[in-house]
């Protein structure tokens, strides 16, 4: 059974940085992605960054470029989101994901769009983040 745990959330202040981490387990797939996603109260869930695990690519949503990076280690099966120069609208709930079909920019692209409703298959609890400002 896959299963997607997210940690790392909190409360902190604008300008801020937090580390988000995603411990994957049961994964027997040999090409998927890793997206963070996010939804704040009364919007809808957006997609924030992926990884793919076949070459490592990397796509974010233009609203964290700069300040969002993405990254794995594989040994631990975990993904990171680190977020820096938080803003208060970066306030959501944030999801990590699993996709069984791989990544790249055309299902990252999608993703966008869908808020990874159709993209990806497995989708952890969240984990509150709180920017103040």
């Known amino acids: 059974e896959v299963q997607l745990v997210e940690s790392g959330g909190g409360l902190v202040q604008a300008g801020g940085s937090l580390r988000l981490s995603c411990a994957a387990s049961?994964?027997?797939?040999?090409?998927?992605?890793i997206g963070w996603f996010r939804q704040a109260p009364g919007k809808e869930r957006e997609g924030v960054s992926c990884?793919?695990?076949?070459?490592?690519?990397?796509y974010y949503a233009d609203s964290v470029k700069g300040r969002f990076t993405i990254s794995s280690d594989n040994a631990k099966n975990t993904v990171y989101l680190q977020m820096n120069s938080l803003k208060p609208e970066d306030t959501a709930v944030y999801y990590c994901?699993?996709?069984?079909?791989?990544?790249?920019?055309?299902?990252?692209?999608?993703?966008?769009?869908?808020?990874?409703?159709?993209?990806?298959?497995?989708w952890g609890q969240g984990t509150q983040v709180t920017v103040s400002s």
């Open positions: 990884i793919s695990s076949s070459d490592g690519s990397t």
């Open positions: 049961g994964f027997t797939f040999d090409d998927y992605a």
């Open positions: 994901a699993a996709s069984t079909r791989g990544g790249g920019r055309t299902h990252w692209g999608s993703s966008l769009v869908h808020g990874g409703r159709y993209e990806y298959d497995y």
